[in-house]
């Protein structure tokens, strides 16, 4: 902890013990708070009435104690944020074209949302549209994977492009999720059902994306030998 925080020699035992629980305070248990401290002592010149309004406002805007403490775990920097840059990006979400109900949803999932330049977010909406979605379609696939936000563009058009050439457009539009999955792995599977005259389309999309082990299990080989013998891109 000193190694990557000698910042920390600066606070007295007493001081930092009341840190610890001041936090706990608002609900994180005590092993959150050391790993808290642990990525950045900086939380510890945080008074209590300064986290506590960052609660409140966060509780205003429509979070639990519950859904801040996940986020702030996941994503400390919240802290740091202030309640006007917190509030302009809510609002800004909001002019783009997503709900109080789904900015809380996707931020809750990624709370690095809040550190995203807007215009990069109307960006990667406004490419995603030009590979043949709607507007409509972009907002309802990046509620329901928040983290296609923060994914590449070049990475975003392959998997798009690939999933469009396959018939499985309206799959991805209304199971993004299906986006998580490596490109590599989604080829080699394809490559493997065709050549094996395993019928492999939007119908039957669920083949492609049935979990590691089901798959290994169901035909007997592994990640690896399959990427060899469908000679991957």
């Known amino acids: 902890m000193l190694k990557n925080n000698p910042r920390i020699l600066s606070y007295s035992k007493e001081n930092i013990d009341q840190k610890i629980k001041d936090l706990m305070s608002f609900g994180y248990d005590r092993q959150a708070v050391i790993t808290i401290i642990k990525k950045s002592s900086r939380i510890l010149s945080f008074s209590k009435n300064t986290i506590q309004e960052k609660f409140e406002f966060l509780i205003g805007l429509g979070y639990t104690s519950k859904n801040i403490i996940k986020m702030t775990q996941k994503f400390m920097d919240l802290f740091y944020f202030s309640l006007d840059n917190i509030g302009k990006k809510f609002e800004d979400l909001i002019k783009i074209g997503y709900t109080k109900e789904d900015i809380i949803k996707m931020t809750i999932k990624v709370p690095e949302i809040y550190s995203y330049k807007i215009d990069s977010i109307i960006n990667k909406i406004e490419q995603i549209m030009l590979m043949g979605y709607s507007k409509e379609d972009v907002i309802k696939m990046t509620i329901e994977l928040p983290s296609l936000i923060s994914s590449s563009l070049e990475t975003i058009k392959m998997k798009l492009d690939f999933y469009g ?17 490596s490109l590599e792995v989604s080829y080699a599977r394809y490559m493997f059902y065709t050549k094996n005259g395993i019928l492999i389309d939007a ?31």
């Open 165 to 181: 050439e396959i018939g499985f457009k309206e799959v991805i539009k209304n199971k993004p999720k299906n986006l998580i999955q």
């Open 203 to 233: 119908p039957n999309y669920r083949r492609l994306f049935v979990g590691q082990d089901y798959f290994e299990h169901t035909f007997k080989i592994d990640k690896k030998t399959l990427q060899s013998i469908t000679c991957v891109i």
